[in-house]
Every structure is written in structure tokens, then in C-alpha cells.
């Protein structure tokens, strides 16, 4: 398989996160048949089930696998990662952090756009 690559900035917002994890959370992740990495992508490009729009941002679950330097797969869904992301390793907290201040902003883009359609 050959991944895509385009060569366009507006591709190129993704981040594995390889999450470190004590000995103990690692066994209760690989035992449910997960690896403990997640993506996060800036921009959604086609989400074939329809929960996405394009240009919506994206945060995975847990990973089953990842192959072909590309094709980041969970257990209901398999991202196509496009472009040349980066793939880095941190901490749970960090993790966490991120999520806790992405939904944030969510909530605050949510609440402008109700007060328009009023």
C-alpha cells in the first residue's frame, strides 16, 4: 500500500501521542488488545461514516495498530493519516491536558455559534 502524501500545510496537522503509562496500565491497555497511543488531527478531510465534517478536528481512542506509516487503526475505525505529521511520546497528564482545554475551546466555538442563530 502506498499512503498519500500531499504537500499542502492544510494536511499536515496530525500528532500520534505514544503515551507512557506505568507497567500496570500497560498490561490493563494490551489486554484489551489496545496500544496506548492515540492521533489528534487538526483537520478532518472525509469521515466516510459521516460523524465528521471537513475541517472538524479529531482525537482517536486508543489504538489497535498503526502500519505503512499511515493507516492508524482503532477498534471501529481506521484513520488515513496524510500528510507528514509528527509522532511524539508524553505523558497521561499531558495527554489529558490537551483533551480538557480542546473541548474548551469546543464549547466556547458552540456557545458563539448558538448566539448567532438566536
Request: net charge positive; proline share 3%.
Amino acid at each position: 500500500m502506498v499512503c498519500p502524501r500531499i504537500l499542502s500545510p492544510d494536511f499536515t496537522d496530525w500528532v500520534i501521542l505514544d503515551i507512557e503509562v506505568t507497567m500496570r496500565q500497560l498490561k490493563a491497555i494490551t489486554d484489551r488488545g489496545l496500544v496506548p497511543a492515540l492521533v489528534y488531527a487538526l483537520t478532518v478531510i472525509q469521515d466516510s461514516k459521516g460523524r465528521f465534517l471537513p475541517g472538524d478536528w479529531v482525537k482517536t481512542t486508543l489504538a489497535v495498530s498503526f502500519s505503512h506509516g499511515c493507516l492508524f487503526e482503532t477498534k471501529n475505525t481506521i484513520y488515513v493519516l496524510m500528510g507528514s505529521g509528527r509522532r511524539v511520546r508524553t505523558g497521561l497528564e499531558v495527554v489529558f491536558s490537551i483533551f480538557k482545554l480542546l473541548i474548551s475551546n469546543h464549547l466556547i466555538c458552540v456557545r458563539r455559534l448558538s448566539l448567532y442563530e438566536q
